[in-house]
């Protein structure tokens, strides 16, 4: 199993910190590498909701990564997992209310098998990227302010 997880306070509420990431929507104010982005199905911000993502990928290539909402609980809990792409990681945000605002952890988790497992450190590595985009999450929430 490959792992990665990262979290930062915003200073916003958990309601407002799950509502922007409920929406994916939202996903190319706050995530690098995501060019393309469309709800394919299901109600927004709503379990089953199926969003069409393309991302870059190694060289410039697009790289399908569509994700499907698996739980949806507001203020609290966002999971997910991905559908389409080399790699389908789940991924889960939980949201915590602080006096400074929200505490958001954001981990992935992701079995490779077959080739797969050749490219885990590679795999690990993107990850560590991806959820470490939090920090940026974070930027934008607050500048909006």
Do not use: C
Not at 36 to 46: C, H
Not at 84 to 92: L, N
């Amino acid at each position: 199993m490959v792992h990665a997880e990262h979290e930062v306070v915003v200073g916003r509420s958990a309601a407002d910190v799950y509502s922007y990431l409920a929406d994916g929507m939202n996903n190319p104010s706050w995530r690098h590498g995501v060019r393309d982005l469309v709800l394919r199905s299901g109600e927004p911000a709503a379990v089953g909701a199926v969003y069409g993502q393309t991302m870059a990928g190694p060289g410039g290539r697009a790289i399908a990564g569509d994700y499907e909402i698996t739980e949806a609980v507001p203020g609290e809990r966002l999971s997910f997992h991905v559908v389409a792409g080399p790699a389908r990681p789940t991924g889960t945000y939980t949201f915590t209310a602080e006096d400074a605002g929200t505490r958001v952890k954001f981990a992935l988790d992701v079995q490779p098998s077959g080739m797969m497992k050749l490219l885990s450190p590679a795999i690990a590595r993107t990850m560590r990227q991806e959820v470490a985009q939090l920090d940026r999450l974070k930027s934008v929430l607050e500048a909006g302010d």
